[in-house]
């Protein structure tokens, strides 16, 4: 596990306003607002802008273009994965805690089921200590 500074949040970390894609929406056009945002993964928002789960690019590849399925008919509702995420209070520590054992590179902060931010690789490098990033690193990488 990774130690370092209990005294900051996840809001020290995230980029703020990270943007949904409605569960209705296509995979094709998942991926064009990833583009044009310049991201690798998108919350999945229902009606309600409530978050009900996350895509990411590689989702987009291997289960639907590399599974044979159409993006222009798959949903990201359909696709969206598990949501862990945390809440702007909570600790670095328990935030990068979250991201090792469950080996993901994005994590969403969420403030009464909305999303106020994200947690990216590129956010830690920006904020970690070389060898708290590294050590990061390790743990979401190495495992098998």
Do not use: W
């Not at 306003?17 to 044009?36: K, V």
């Not at 978050?51 to 949903?75: F, L, M, Y």
């Not at 994590?107 to 060898?131: F, K, Q, T």
């Amino acid at each position: 596990m990774t130690s370092g500074h209990p005294h900051e949040t996840a809001r020290d970390l995230m980029s703020p306003g990270a943007e949904c894609i409605g569960a209705h929406e296509t995979l094709d056009r998942a991926a064009q607002l990833m583009r044009n945002s310049d991201v690798g993964s998108l919350p999945v928002c229902g009606p309600d802008e409530r978050v009900k789960g996350i895509i990411t690019d590689r989702d987009i590849v291997i289960k639907c273009i590399a599974a044979g399925h159409d993006p222009s008919k798959v949903t990201a509702g359909e696709l969206a994965g598990g949501l862990v995420f945390v809440t702007p209070d909570t600790s670095v520590d328990e935030a990068l805690t979250k991201m090792e054992e469950n080996q993901i590179k994005r994590l969403p902060v969420l403030e009464n089921d909305r999303i106020v931010g994200m947690i990216s690789e590129s956010d830690l490098a920006r904020h970690l200590p070389d060898a708290q990033l590294a050590e990061f690193m390790h743990h979401v990488y190495a495992r098998g």
